[in-house]
Each structure stands twice: as C-alpha cells, then as structure tokens.
C-alpha cells in the first residue's frame, strides 16, 4: 500500500536515503528541513536525485505554524529533525532542548487537538546515548550497568568502567533495549525524552510507534561539514591532507558504526510493519570497532600520510563503548544487518574524497570545548 509519508530532518543524511527508497516503492514524499548551516553548509538544496520528486518544505520544527501546515494528509511521519552533538549539547542546552524537544511536543500538541489527523504510524529516531556506558558483564555479578564515568577516573587514564557492586574490571557486551536510562550527555537526555514522547503518546493517540536507537551511523552522503558529529567523517578530513589524526582516550574506546543501508532496511520494516502497538528497537552492525582501528582504516586509505596517535585526551558526555543487542530488531522486524565495517567503511571513504576537506570547523569545536571546560587531559 503506497503512503503519504512525511520526514522531518528529510533532506539530512538519513532523510536522503530514505526518501530514495520510498519513491522506489511508489510512496509520496515530504520533506521538511530547515537546512541548518551547520549540517548542511551555506546555500544548502536537497540531494539531486529528489528535486522535482518530493514535496519540499523549508520550516523549522520549533515552529508550530510549519507542523499545522505540513502534517495533515500524512499517514506516516518519520521524525528525524535533531541536533545530535554529543558534546556540543553540553553547552548550547536550551538548543538541544528546543529542537529535540520542544519541537517534538509540538507535533503531539497538534495530533491531540486534531483526532482526525489521519496518522497511522509515526517512526521516532532515538539513540544509544540513551544507554550511557550500556551493559557490562562481571565475572562475579553477571550482567551489569556501570554509572557513567567520572572526570576523576578519566583523569587518572582509568577509562574502563568498573563493577558498580565490586569494583572489579568488566567486559561490554551488546546492550538490549531492556536497559537502565543513563545518559552521560545532554544530547542523550534530549533523545531519552523524545523517545519516550513517541512512545507515551503512540498509545494514548492510538498511533502505533517506533523509536528506532540508531547506533552510530555512517556512509555515503554524511555530513562533512558537522565538525560536532561523526569521526568518520572528521578522520577523513584530516587524513585526506596529511594532518595528524589524535584518537582521544587511548583508543580502545569502540563503537557499533551500522551502515545507513541497514538504517533504511529498519527504517522501511517499521514502516511496513502490522504492528499495533509501540516498541523502542535497536538498529546496530552486530560489530564493534575500536577507535584506533578506525583511524587506521582512513588513514590506509588514503595512503598512510597522516600519523595516528593517542593523545589521552577526553570530552565530558563520551562512552566508552557502545554495541547493540539485536534481538529484538530481528524478531520484531526481521532486521538483519548485511554491510560489515570493513565493506561500508570504503564505500564512505570512495564518496568523501569527492569533495573538499573540511577542517576549520573541527578545530573550533575543539576549542569550544577546551573554553567551556568539557575536554580535559588525562595524567
């Protein structure tokens, strides 16, 4: 059954690559952005591929007009309009709040006034900053949540949590949707919250809902320009010119980095899904990659030019790893992800070096962060 789908944030990296594939289904597509310059750059368009195929809108999610005059005649919103700074969110709170928050009310402000919206479904993007330092496994006490870390622990170059019973070292092991609210970032608060939103108001509206807990996303089509997000694309950048790439920590912080072609598969399988009632899923690779061994991919990549070092440096609102448990997503959707790291990462690096580096902004932010107390060096 084709739909009239709405994407909010729809000409960013995960709107973009969605919206192709619902056209190729045969739905009708919006997209409503407000082409934030920090993720899009100056005198931003959509991606070439959707001009002249998607309804367009340039509106702001803080705007309670924009949702009045874009929601009605949809009957599935897929709601991926954030700010998504993990370290950023400390400092410029009020814009996290706004946008990932306030804005998200507004939508339900305006189904509860109108119950005959004619919205069937709506797909929330959530986070595994949700999780903070997510599951644990101890020898002694079996499956565990540590605290978030503190500057003190990191300080002392102490960067792996420890058993919150015994104080013993711990290993991570994927994180199942089961788990404890710990966000170590305001960022992650933001999505705590608006996943919650989707999911509160999905059954008190009768609107069946998903909050999909992306991992770390990445390919082609990312923002190069966003210095606040994406060591993909960061390392790319520095390793294209021959600058040093300095992993923070000591580099054996990992992450679950899933392809944004098994983002759109979850994606799609929500959309299509006969569910009733609302869930919040993981979408993740079913791998974890370690810092360090990212940056010696880029830098391989591109030849070697760059010198890969640890610095010991570390930012306030940082995880140290982070995995998903895909059980779930498997039962519920049938999701299964098919693009290992090793693969997705070259087909990213293929597209990056196609366009300028983009430097001047990553500096700032480390800057930023420096001045506002938020990135600190171990001993």
Not at 9 to 14: E, H, Q, V
Not at 49 to 55: E, N, P, T
Not at 129 to 156: D, F, Q, V
């Amino acid at each position: 059954m084709t739909q009239n789908i709405l994407i909010t944030g729809g000409a960013g990296f995960i709107g973009t690559h969605l919206a192709k594939t619902l056209l190729k289904q045969g739905h009708t597509v919006t997209l409503l952005d407000n082409f934030s310059p920090q993720i899009h750059g100056e005198k931003a368009e959509i991606h070439a591929d959707l001009q002249g195929r998607v309804r367009l809108v340039r509106g702001d999610v803080r705007d309670a007009s924009v949702w009045e005059a874009v929601v009605p005649g949809h009957q599935v919103i897929v709601n991926l309009a954030a700010e998504t700074g993990t370290g950023q969110s400390m400092y410029e709170v009020m814009k996290y709040e706004q946008v990932n928050l306030a804005g998200t009310a507004l939508l339900y402000d305006l189904l509860a006034r109108n119950s005959n919206h004619g919205v069937l479904r709506i797909i929330g993007a959530s986070s595994r900053a949700i999780y903070g330092e997510g599951a644990y496994r101890c020898s002694e006490h079996g499956l565990i949540y540590p605290r978030p870390r503190s500057s003190a622990e990191k300080k002392l170059g102490h960067f792996d949590p420890l058993c919150p019973v015994c104080g013993s070292k711990c290993r991570s092991v994927p994180t199942p949707e089961s788990a404890p609210f710990q966000p170590a970032s305001f960022y992650g608060l933001t999505k705590q919250v608006q996943e919650q939103m989707t999911l509160l108001f999905g059954e008190v509206l009768g609107i069946p809902s998903f909050a999909l807990r992306y991992q770390n996303v990445y390919g082609p089509g990312q923002s190069l320009k966003n210095p606040y997000t994406g060591i993909l694309a960061i390392f790319s950048n520095l390793a294209r010119v021959g600058s040093d790439i300095n992993v923070f920590e000591d580099g054996e912080e990992s992450r679950d980095f899933v392809y944004i072609d098994d983002v759109v598969s979850a994606t799609m399988a929500c959309i299509d899904s006969s569910e009733t009632t609302s869930h919040a899923v993981n979408v993740g690779s079913n791998e974890h990659v370690t810092v360090m061994q990212v940056a010696q991919a880029v830098n391989d990549y591109f030849g070697g030019k760059s010198k890969v070092q640890v610095n010991g440096a570390f930012r306030e609102g940082d995880i140290r790893h982070g995995s998903a448990d895909l059980t779930l997503a498997r039962s519920l959707l049938g999701y299964e992800p098919k693009t290992p790291f090793a693969v997705g990462v070259r087909e990213f690096l293929a597209w990056a070096e196609q366009s300028e580096p983009e430097l001047s902004g990553y500096e700032r932010s480390l800057a930023e962060l420096k001045q506002k107390g938020l990135m600190h060096q171990a001993d």
